[in-house]
């Protein structure tokens, strides 16, 4: 079986930075691509963050410039880098890995998702 832990959420002021880590443990073969998901109360949950196997990365415009996702692979883990932080976005942050790994259904690509992590800014 494959886990997928977050840690590093936590309280901040506007404009101040935090660093989320998400680190993947278990029966793994390879790791394809992480992405950070967001959900607010009373919100959808959005994309945040997202890099390939090969470290591409993709952003959406409410984050492009304040955030870095990198990717530690003989770590087995990825990391939110998180600047310039607002009140707006204050939600649980919530990893999610395309892994190879050895699971229930044998040894294939399976979609794992953390527990989540609370980062709230405050004005």
Same mark, same amino acid.
Not at 44 to 52: C, D, K, M, P, S
Not at 55 to 72: E, L, Q
């Given at each position: 079986?494959?886990?997928?832990?977050?840690?590093?959420?936590?309280?901040?002021?506007?404009?101040?930075?935090?660093?989320?880590?998400?680190? #993947?443990?278990?029966?793994?073969?390879?790791?394809?691509?992480? #992405?950070?998901?967001?959900?607010?109360?009373?919100k959808q949950r959005e994309l945040v963050a997202a890099i390939t196997s090969d470290s591409n990365t993709n952003?959406?415009?409410?984050?492009?410039?304040?955030?870095?996702?990198?990717?530690?692979?003989?770590?087995?883990?990825?990391?939110?880098?998180?600047?310039?932080?607002?009140?707006?976005?204050?939600?649980?942050?919530?990893?999610? #890995?395309?892994?190879?790994?050895?699971?229930?259904?044998?040894?294939?690509?399976?979609?794992?998702?953390?527990?989540?992590?609370?980062?709230?800014?405050?004005?």
């Amino acid at each position: 079986q494959v886990q997928l832990v977050e840690s590093g959420g936590g309280l901040v002021q506007a404009g101040k930075s935090l660093r989320l880590s998400c680190t #993947a443990s278990g029966s793994i073969f390879s790791i394809d691509t992480v #992405a950070w998901y967001r959900q607010a109360p009373g919100k959808q949950r959005e994309l945040v963050a997202a890099i390939t196997s090969d470290s591409n990365t993709n952003y959406p415009d409410s984050v492009k410039g304040r955030f870095t996702i990198s990717r530690d692979n003989a770590k087995n883990t990825v990391y939110l880098q998180m600047n310039s932080l607002k009140p707006e976005d204050t939600a649980v942050y919530y990893c999610n #890995a395309f892994i190879v790994g050895d699971g229930p259904g044998g040894v294939r690509l399976y979609d794992y998702w953390g527990q989540g992590t609370q980062v709230t800014v405050s004005s």
